[in-house]
């Protein structure tokens, strides 16, 4: 029974109807609880179920819209109104529950009380009753709808839509076809419901319904729905689904058929009887003859108590402790025992056993199958298989099988010579992994050991057989105090997917191991060779195409630039100068790369001579300059506290190194690009000798990490779309490494694709502990210099360097400031003595900052501009702005200390670069040239002729000797002679 409880909410001035109200008792199943205000109140008005507002004394139609206004949706409205208020509540009737005319008499007032709980318990039983249809409706299991005349749904329950697989939105308002996904309405549903519409009577039927996923089956009970005037507007009608159980009833019959067809003709035999074996329910024919009886009574005859008198003996009791192991009802065994024929014949029988009840009394039912004939197959498969394991094992000195999801298994076969060794541990029911662990531990080689046992234990196999059929390893004995080689094998033993089993085997290996080991060692031997002759060749290969393109495209580049001005006597001799380093570097190299013994061999040597880092830098930067300014990019060469400039090192290998790497930057650094290289020296080297580190650094492609991990191997080049078009065999780095190493040196790579490439290589070279000159210039000792530089290694460094000559340094990054600088020295009466000035400045070049700082101080005062290029092109710009001196980047302190010096000594200046030229006198005379190559013969005279000397020429060795007989004493005052000649070499 439903409970209702009611908020009653009485809104206005308190008056008697009001007390009436709450004096009359709630009807059953009702409780009524009051809620009272004068006015309305937003609070008491969205908890009320009813309000009953007096409209007297306040403005009638203002408090009915707050109440409809703040009210719960459900709540019911009553108001006590006189006639004048209600004509003005006209917009509000249709929201307004009922309205009591006042004035009204106490009575009157509890009849309409009374009026409107009689009308609540109607709805509340009424939504009772709907309720437990719906529930009833919605709960049942069966199929329940609702149609029109034309065969719309109009309602359906849960089970319907659970049936068809849709919700009820889909079903309602749709007919047959599409609710059972079928092309048209059935016409068998259609003619059901018009017969109960136009008869009026309730049908019963079967009915097949055509579905979209097939047919389906269902007990149909319809009936006649009325309309309010007794017309038929519909049909209502319940559904059960049998479809599964009539199919069962059909499984079910046509199995029972077939178990009878089976149980009088199949070859298995059948029989039933009770647990003391004193009655034979029912047996079969084929029973019998397994059994070797003609009939149920020879059998009872022969002795039956549970088991046949022809099973064997040493059977019976078998056969008896698995029949009694069956507890309760479904309990089943199998087993497998023999009977023996009158006639001798041996039968093997497989037999299943099966606890059943009907009609309340227990029973066996047991099953036999006469297995002889796969029994004896069986055995002779054994036999055949046995000897084959034989046959194909005799090369192996143990074979065993081993399940591995169990880890467990037996010995196939050992071999006679090793029974004693292997019996111990591998007989009767074995575990893979002990008995792995016993023999690994007792004759494998200690090396070995690990390697085994990791090798062959179940997981590793399991992985390596999923994959193969076939999986060995390869491992070291001792016996007998001497090492020999075995091989342990494992292989599929039939389907994988049905039965991990293996077949392990072990062997000795030892006499082909050796003698592939010796082969082996031969053809080490002889691909060593041939690698050593390759490499020769790839090394020769990559110092021609890699190393001798750079200079020889300086000696172009120059030779060039030296016809195209060949009216300017000094431009042409600067390039002619830098034509001739390139070419002495590329003589070097192209006498080490092609001296093929050497580098077959193996050989590379160091030559180690003293030399100055200024002359190998400079003489670098003339051999890149031409290519760095082909791709019109910007180049920075500097030093940092690089104080030790003469040192011990090959030179030749030094550029080389350094030379590959600046090239490699030229090369992978798009045109516009920056390529800077620093030289620092750095402390903790031992005493006579300096830490050295060079630093290459551009913005070029860079290389990915995968890349630069191997970037030292030979011929390795990264492959990517931006490198196809750049010439290369790969061996630039390898060369690099394999010079520094040979240096002592170290080298780093750093590198991000799309960013750029840096190189850090550090050597460590003894120092040529010659006498070293002062640093002091007594001119310019506590004087002030200004070096202005963009770069702050710059500025500190060569700040350092005049510290270290006694003067005071100060520096500035800005063209700007240094002007602004100078001004403030002149009005304070503090000049800067010196001037260090970079070409290339962000705000202005060192030209212009040279011109007006000349227009602060006049033109006594020295100013040095530096620059990594050629100052040729703006030399005379710059003379004409008051440039002193130029110096060259990398700017050494000697080359700082030789310029200030000639300026404050008012000396001519001895060269651009700082470089030692240093004149040979010779007393004019003769010279005898044994040279075959005309255009060395021509330089030669020509460079002979300049020095003042007259050339005589032999044009081979025994006409050089004939030559040199046939003159007076004192005739030639030397002798210049190739090595190789026609007729006699040197």
Request: charged fraction near 25%.
């Amino acid at each position: 029974m439903y409970h209702c409880h009611v908020q009653l909410y009485l809104s206005g001035n308190p008056c008697s109807a009001f007390e009436v109200i709450k004096g009359i008792a709630p009807l059953p199943a009702f409780t009524h609880a009051f809620l009272e205000s004068r006015k309305p109140e937003e609070d008491l008005t969205t908890r009320a179920d009813v309000i009953l507002a007096d409209l007297h004394g306040g403005d009638g139609k203002e408090t009915v819209s707050f109440l409809l206004a703040e009210k719960k949706k459900t709540a019911e409205v009553i108001l006590l109104a006189d006639r004048e208020q209600i004509s003005e509540l006209t917009e509000y009737l249709s929201e307004i529950e009922d309205i009591w005319t006042t004035p009204m008499s106490d009575v009157e007032i509890g009849f309409h009380f009374r009026k409107w709980q009689q009308d609540a318990r109607r709805k509340a039983e009424l939504w009772q009753t709907g309720h437990y249809l719906e529930a009833a409706i919605n709960n049942s299991p069966n199929l329940i709808w609702y149609k029109d005349k034309q065969g719309i749904h109009e309602k359906v329950n849960d089970s319907f839509c659970r049936t068809v697989n849709k919700t009820k939105q889909q079903v309602e308002g749709r007919g047959h076809a599409y609710i059972w996904d079928v092309e048209q309405d059935d016409p068998a549903c259609i003619e059901s419901e018009r017969v109960v519409m136009t008869e009026r009577r309730t049908c019963m039927a079967e009915e097949i319904i055509q579905t979209g996923a097939g047919k389906r089956l269902l007990t149909t009970y319809k009936s006649p729905l009325y309309d309010l005037d007794g017309s038929v507007m519909g049909t209502v009608g319940i559904g059960i689904d049998v479809t599964q159980e009539c199919a069962y009833e059909k499984e079910i019959i046509s199995k029972n058929h077939m178990l009878e067809t089976i149980f009088t003709s199949m070859e298995c035999g059948v029989m039933c009887h009770t647990l003391d074996g004193q009655r034979i329910i029912s047996v079969n024919q084929a029973a019998l003859k397994i059994l070797g009886y003609d009939s149920q009574e020879e059998m009872l005859a022969a002795g039956f108590d549970t088991v046949a008198a022809s099973v064997l003996e040493d059977d019976k009791d078998i056969l008896r402790k698995r029949i009694r192991s069956l507890k309760k009802e479904g309990d089943s065994v199998s087993v497998e025992y023999r009977v023996l024929h009158e006639d001798g014949g041996l039968r093997h029988v497989m037999g299943n056993i099966k606890l059943l009840k009907e009609n309340g009394e227990l029973f066996y039912q047991r099953f036999l199958l006469d297995c002889t004939a796969q029994k004896l197959q069986e055995e002779r498969n054994e036999r055949y298989q046995m000897e084959l394991v034989q046959a194909l094992s005799m090369d192996y000195n143990l074979v065993c099988y081993f399940e591995l999801t169990t880890g467990q298994g037996m010995p196939i076969r050992i071999a006679d010579e090793y029974s004693s060794q292997y019996e111990p541990i591998f007989s009767g029911d074995i575990s893979l992994e002990s008995s792995m662990e016993h023999y690994i531990e007792q004759y494998v080689y200690e090396e070995d050991r690990e390697m085994l046992l990791q090798a062959f234990s179940r997981e590793k196999l399991e992985e390596e057989l999923a994959e193969k059929k076939l999986y060995y390893a390869n491992y070291r004995t001792l016996q007998d105090s001497e090492m020999k080689y075995f091989q342990i094998k494992a292989v599929c033993a039939g389907a994988w997917n049905e039965n991990h089993g293996i077949v392990l085997g072990l062997r000795s290996v030892d006499d082909e191991t050796r003698k592939e080991m010796e082969q082996k060692g031969l053809l080490e031997d002889a691909l060593m060779q041939a690698n050593r002759a390759s490499k020769a060749k790839s090394v020769f290969l990559s110092n021609m195409s890699h190393d001798i393109r750079t200079p020889m495209n300086a000696i172009v580049g120059f030779t060039a630039l030296a016809m195209a001005h060949i009216e300017n006597r000094e431009q042409v001799e600067e390039y002619l100068k830098k034509i001739m380093s390139s070419g002495e570097h590329l003589l070097s190299l192209i006498n080490d790369v092609l001296d093929m013994s050497r580098i077959e061999s193996g050989k590379m040597y160091l030559d180690e001579k003293p030399c100055r880092l200024p002359d190998i830098l400079h003489g670098l930067r003339n051999i890149v300059q031409a290519d760095i300014r082909a791709k019109q990019m910007d180049f920075y060469i500097d030093t940092v506290d690089v104080l030790d400039e003469d040192i011990f090192c090959d030179k030749l290998r030094l550029n080389q190194v350094l030379l590959n790497l600046l090239s490699n930057s030229v090369k992978y650094t798009g045109a516009g690009g920056t390529i800077s290289m620093r030289i620092s020296e750095k402390a903790g080297a031992p005493v006579g000798s300096a830490n050295y580190v060079f630093t290459i650094k551009d913005t070029g492609i860079g290389m990915s990490e995968e890349f630069v991990s191997h970037i030292f191997e030979p011929f390795e080049r990264e492959k990517n779309t931006t490198l196809s078009g750049i010439q290369g065999t790969g061996l630039g780095m390898a060369i690099t490494k394999n010079i520094v190493d040979m240096m002592n040196g170290t080298i780093e790579v750093k590198s991000k694709q799309g960013v750029g490439t840096e190189f850090t290589v550090s050597f460590t070279f003894r120092l040529n502990s010659g006498e070293k000159e002062s640093l002091d210039i007594p001119e310019l000792k506590n004087c002030r210099a200004l070096v202005v530089d963009d770069d702050f290694n710059t500025c500190d460094s060569v700040s350092y360097m005049l510290g270290q000559m006694g003067m005071q340094a100060e520096w500035t990054l800005s063209g700007k400031e240094a002007v602004l600088r100078t001004r403030q020295a002149v009005m304070r009466g503090n000049d800067y003595r010196v001037y260090i000035i970079d070409w290339l400045l962000p705000d202005m070049n060192g030209v212009e900052v040279t011109r007006r700082i000349r227009k602060e101080t006049g033109e006594n005062v020295p100013v040095i501009v530096l620059t990594a290029y050629d100052w040729s092109e703006i030399e005379e710009e710059a003379k004409e702005a008051g440039v002193t001196a130029f110096c060259s980047k990398p700017l050494f302190m000697s080359e700082l200390r030789n310029c200030l010096h000639s300026i404050v000594s008012a000396e001519e200046e001895e060269g651009e670069t700082g470089g030692d030229t240093r004149q040979v006198s010779f007393r004019p005379g003769r010279i005898l040239l044994a040279e075959d190559n005309e255009l060395n013969q021509e330089i030669a005279t020509e460079i002979l002729g300049d020095a003042g000397f007259t050339t005589e020429i032999a044009e081979n060795g025994k006409m050089a000797v004939e030559m040199l007989k046939n003159s007076g004493p004192g005739y030639y005052q030397a002798v210049l002679m190739d090595v190789q000649m026609p007729v006699m070499n040197g």
